[in-house]
């Protein structure tokens, strides 16, 4: 069973930092992009980050020079690093990859569970 796994959310201070994991596993031939959105209450999910297989990124503006985003490709791996966090930070940051289960022509979205993340002092 393919699935995306978060980790590393919680409590951020303004100004501070977080880092964000999202692990791919199970039987997955290629990943494409993968990236983080992120979703506050009332608002609708917004892109926060994407990066290609080749290591091309785009940003949201409200997010460039404050997080980056990389990937490990041998650990099927996405990071977030989150810095001079803003309150205006907090949702739910949710993983996404398009992935290529067994080497033919279709490739899939999924989705991970989503981790919280907080901005408060």
């Known amino acids: 069973q393919v699935q995306l796994v978060e980790s590393g959310g919680g409590l951020g201070q303004p100004g501070g930092s977080l880092r964000l994991s999202c692990a791919a596993s199970?039987?997955?031939?290629?990943?494409?992009?993968m990236g983080w959105y992120r979703q506050a209450p009332g608002k609708q999910r917004e892109l926060v980050a994407r990066?290609?297989?080749?290591?091309?990124?785009i940003y949201a503006d409200s997010v460039k020079g404050r997080f980056t985003i990389s990937r490990d490709n041998t650990k099927n791996t996405v990071y977030l690093q989150m810095n001079s966090l803003k309150p205006e930070d907090t949702a739910v940051y949710y993983c996404?990859?398009?992935?290529?289960?067994?080497?033919?022509?279709?490739?899939?979205?999924?989705w991970g569970q989503g981790t919280q993340v907080t901005v408060s002092s």
């Open positions: 996404n990859a398009e992935m290529n289960l067994r080497g033919g022509s279709t490739w899939y979205n999924y």
């Open positions: 990066i290609r297989s080749g290591g091309s990124t």
């Open positions: 199970g039987t997955i031939f290629s990943i494409n992009s």
